[in-house]
């Protein structure tokens, strides 16, 4: 079985530029999240969908990032336009749902902005 | 007071000895708990979920939940070098369907040979 799968790994980008991320969750997974982490920090949920609703984008900065998943496959979370304070990894998650809540991670893509 | 918080550490222990790794949350309706490994520059694993009071042994991982004192804990026997990495606590705070996860910051663990 495929684990969730993230594009890019890495990006380096000027500030004011755009960017965007891309993630694949494993097959059947309905949830999915996307994660901010910052060095020496946890993971930070940034918005929660389940299937194609996003559910719970409470902790999204929504003045400049913004995400889709418009066939409740694949997502991509996009920033525009990054800030210096952007430079994190931005995980995927998913799960099959449920009480358990048990989320496998993808890779993660780590930005830098200069 | 932050929601889930844990001893960044880093934690030094000899290797073959126990290591114990400690964290605390602050929604005492919390039902779910869990334990991620995370390498440097790698993604988060899961390695042990607890939801009830009482130990869970898992290899020679054991977690232990204590609801009333809002405390988890993670042991590791017969520590190896390769368990060094940041161990990550998470909280699935009060609620039904699959929430996301509250982390804390995670504690740096170092297994010296």
């Known amino acids: 079985e495929a684990g969730v799968v993230q594009s890019p790994r890495y990006k380096i980008i000027e500030k004011k530029q755009p960017v965007a991320f891309w993630c694949n969750p494993i097959?059947?997974?309905?949830?999915l999240y996307w994660y901010r982490q910052n060095l020496g920090q946890g993971p930070e949920l940034l918005i929660r969908?389940?299937?194609?609703?996003?559910?719970?984008d409470s902790q999204l900065p929504k003045d400049r990032f913004s995400a889709e998943r418009l066939k409740g496959v694949d997502s991509t979370l996009k920033i525009q336009p990054a800030e210096l304070g952007d430079s994190a990894v931005y995980l995927c998650?998913?799960?099959?749902?449920?009480?358990?809540?048990?989320?496998?991670f993808g890779a993660g893509s780590r930005l830098t902005v200069l | 007071q932050k929601e889930v918080e844990q001893n960044s550490g880093p934690l030094s222990v000899p290797e073959g000895a126990i290591a114990s790794l400690n964290c605390t949350y602050s929604d005492r309706g919390s039902q779910s708990f869990f334990w991620y490994r995370q390498y440097s520059g790698k993604s988060p694993e899961l390695i042990m979920s607890i939801y009830s009071n009482g130990d869970k042994e898992d290899g020679r991982f054991t977690a232990q939940l204590n609801k009333a004192s809002q405390y988890v804990s993670l042991l590791i026997r017969d520590s190896q070098p390769s368990d060094s990495a940041t161990y990550l606590c998470a909280v699935k705070k009060s609620g039904g369907g699959a929430d996301g996860l509250t982390f804390g910051k995670g504690t740096h663990l170092i297994i010296q040979p």
């Open positions: 097959s059947g997974h309905n949830t």
């Open positions: 969908y389940e299937n194609e609703e996003a559910v719970d």
């Open positions: 998650a998913s799960t099959s749902g449920g009480g358990a809540n048990v989320l496998t």
